[in-house]
Every structure is written in structure tokens, then in C-alpha cells.
T-cell receptor, first 114, second 114 residues
Framework: DAKTTQPTSMDCAEGRAANLPCNHSTISGNEYVYWYRQIHSQGPQYIIHGLKNNETNEMASLIITEDRKSSTLILPHATLRDTAVYYCIVRVVRESGSARQLTFGSGTQLTVLP | DAGVIQSPRHEVTEMGQEVTLRCKPISGHDYLFWYRQTMMRGLELLIYFNNNVPIDDSGMPEDRFSAKMPNASFSTLKIQPSEPRDSAVYFC????????????FGNGTRLTVT
């Protein structure tokens, strides 16, 4: 799977949008971008994933650049409960029977400030 | 949907003792994963199953670790004998068989070996 690069930490004011960048310059055509977060003392929580189109769900938006070499996770109105480590993961998606695991990096510690 | 259920939530044991961690995946999920998280190494995949069959156990650290999935609704991770360096948070996750299905994690078992 392609490697990802994320900032170690970021701060965001409560109520403002949090924009978390991820670089995946070696991504290949059959690799999806997944975002997870891990709140302290909990298991990782799935947020969103995408291939090349922008995606939005009830939790966040995912913006993937046209060349797919980077992406941004957007939390539109950050709250204190969004303080967590955010992981950007690039995952190969092949036909059935192939690898299904996720490989986690170090992630970005997002701190939402009151 | 109760999510992935792990037990116990915390386990404290003495070096040399056998430890068994338990996991109940989400009903209908075909894949089950065991991960370990430490400060030094982050989240690491230990082993994963598809339809109760182990697919990749290359992450299992040594023969002291074993994992089983006797049926679709239950899995165990056993450490025998346990050592202080096994102290970590162990997560179980499950997913559907679709190629792009995300993993859903439990809240983990915090293991302390003294």
C-alpha cells in the first residue's frame, strides 16, 4: 500500500472547520483513501473513504485532488468531541481473496480548542 | 447494532500466565482482524480471518501468540506464556466481504503483564 504523510498535530477552534491534509504521492489506480479517527481510550472509528471523487457523509467531507496525490478531510464544524488522532490510510482494493487489512501510520493529533 | 464487542476491557496478569482475549464481530461480517497498539509501534495487524479461516498471520509476533475463530460470531487471541513486553491494547475489528468495506473496531482490551 502507498505510504501517507500527515502533520503530527493540528489545532482548530471549536465551531470552525478543521481541514486535515494527507499526502499520498505514490498512490496507484486501485488504491482508495480511507480516514479513521481514534478518540482517547477507544478503538479506531471509520469516517469516510474515496477513490477519486469528493465524498461527503454525516461526519465529514473528503476532497481528493485531481492527480490523487493528496487529500483533505474536512470536519465542517469542529466540536471538542472531535479531538482525536486522525489517520489517513491508502488501501489497495483488488478482487475478492486479496488483502483486506488496513496499515496505520502515525496520524495527526487534532486538538479542538474551546 | 451493538458493534464489535471485546472482553475483558482490562486484563492484568503476571508474567508466565496464560491470557485469553475475546471478540464478537458484527453479525454478518465475514472478516475479522486482530490488531495490537503500543506507544512505540502504533497499531499493528496481528492476524485476520475470512469466513473463520486464518488468511494472514504474518504479524503474530511469536509462537506464544495464537488466534482462533471457531465460528462466525466468536474469536479468541491467546498468549501463553505472557511476558511484560506483551502489554498493549489489543483491538478486534470486523468487516463485510465487499472489497471496499471499512473495518469496524471494538474498544479494545488493555493488557498489562507484570
Amino acid at each position: 500500500d502507498a505510504k501517507t504523510t500527515q502533520p503530527t498535530s493540528m489545532d482548530c477552534a471549536e465551531g470552525r472547520a478543521a481541514n486535515l491534509p494527507c499526502n499520498h504521492s505514490t498512490i496507484s489506480g486501485n488504491e482508495y483513501v480511507y480516514w479513521y479517527r481514534q478518540i482517547h481510550s477507544q478503538g479506531p472509528q471509520y469516517i469516510i473513504h474515496g477513490l477519486k471523487n469528493n465524498e461527503t457523509n454525516e461526519m465529514a467531507s473528503l476532497i481528493i485532488t485531481e492527480d490523487r496525490k493528496s487529500s483533505t478531510l474536512i470536519l465542517p464544524h469542529a466540536t471538542l468531541r472531535d479531538t482525536a488522532v486522525y489517520y489517513c490510510i491508502v488501501r489497495v482494493v483488488r478482487e475478492s481473496g486479496s488483502a483486506r487489512q488496513l496499515t496505520f501510520g502515525s496520524g495527526t493529533q487534532l486538538t479542538v480548542l474551546p | 447494532d451493538a458493534g464489535v464487542i471485546q472482553s475483558p476491557r482490562h486484563e492484568v496478569t503476571e508474567m508466565g500466565q496464560e491470557v485469553t482475549l475475546r471478540c464478537k464481530p458484527i453479525s454478518g461480517h465475514d472478516y475479522l482482524f486482530w490488531y495490537r497498539q503500543t506507544m512505540m509501534r502504533g497499531l499493528e495487524l496481528l492476524i485476520y480471518f475470512n469466513n473463520n479461516v486464518p488468511i494472514d498471520d504474518s504479524g503474530m509476533p511469536e509462537d506464544r501468540f495464537s488466534a482462533k475463530m471457531p465460528n462466525a460470531s466468536f474469536s479468541t487471541l491467546k498468549i501463553q506464556p505472557s511476558e511484560p513486553r506483551d502489554s498493549a491494547v489489543y483491538f478486534c475489528a470486523s468487516s463485510l466481504s465487499s472489497r471496499i468495506s471499512p473495518l469496524h473496531f471494538g474498544n479494545g482490551t488493555r493488557l498489562t503483564v507484570t
